[in-house]
């Protein structure tokens, strides 16, 4: 079946430092891929997304290149701020019967420190 | 533009007990999806509803149900409550299944 594999958290950085989450997927077909964020006591918000391979989402300083060759989607931000603290959450879409679904990873909790 | 609303925002319940979760969609959204999202976990997805009818289903026992109505909005329903059953509770709605938007979430505390 479809999955998504994140690279374990949790990640501590600096402010200011360079970021990278891992994400692998395993899907039949032509999947789209996400990433959603999600605050404390908040629900998820996507971040960005890419809906077929070589394509790149990018948003608020965030990028991640939809890669089919090595079936990843990995997330980077060249420097980070304090209020980039969340979880983040990658995510692909799985077409089934005329409907989407979507299947989360696991999460990878981030926090910057001043 | 109001997004997707969900009520109550928490919830404590007893094992053994039945519970309705709510959810307004984002206007102009006609789908609605419900995920289970477990503490320091993932979200599940549980069913989605279009045309007020369930489309596809989720690994969940019956013991969950859902609604929608002729207005978008829809209901979780959750008999036989267990304490595994704890979970943020999230909505999302779409245009025909497409762009999601979710909710804040409903936080279920089983006791």
């Known amino acids: 079946g479809n999955s998504v594999t994140q690279m374990e958290g949790p990640v501590t950085l600096s402010e200011e430092a360079f970021l990278t989450i891992n994400c692998t997927y395993t899907a039949t077909g032509y999947p789209s891929l996400f990433w959603y964020v999600q605050y404390p006591g908040e629900g998820l918000q996507l971040l960005l997304k890419?809906?077929?391979?070589?394509d790149k989402g990018s948003n608020k300083g965030f990028e991640a290149t939809y890669r089919k060759e090595t079936t990843s989607f990995h997330l980077e931000k060249g420097s980070v701020q304090v209020s980039d603290s969340a979880v983040y959450f990658c995510a692909l879409t799985s077409s089934q019967g005329g409907s989407e679904k979507l299947v989360f990873g696991k999460g990878t909790k981030l926090t910057v420190n001043p | 533009d109001a997004g997707v609303t969900q009520s109550p925002t928490h919830l404590i319940k007893t094992r053994g007990q039945q519970v309705t979760l709510r959810c307004s969609p984002k206007s102009g959204h006609d789908t609605v999806s419900w995920y289970q999202q477990a503490l320091g976990q993932g979200p599940q997805f549980i069913f989605q509803y279009y045309e007020e009818e369930e489309r596809q289903r989720g690994n969940f026992p019956d013991r969950f149900s859902g609604h929608q109505f002729p207005n978008y909005s829809s209901e979780l329903n959750v008999n036989a409550l267990l304490l595994g059953d704890s979970a943020l509770y999230l909505c999302?709605?779409?245009?025909?299944?497409?762009?999601?938007?979710f909710g804040s979430g409903t936080r279920l505390t089983v006791v």
């Open positions: 890419a809906t077929k391979a070589d």
């Open positions: 999302a709605s779409s245009l025909n299944h497409y762009g999601y938007t």
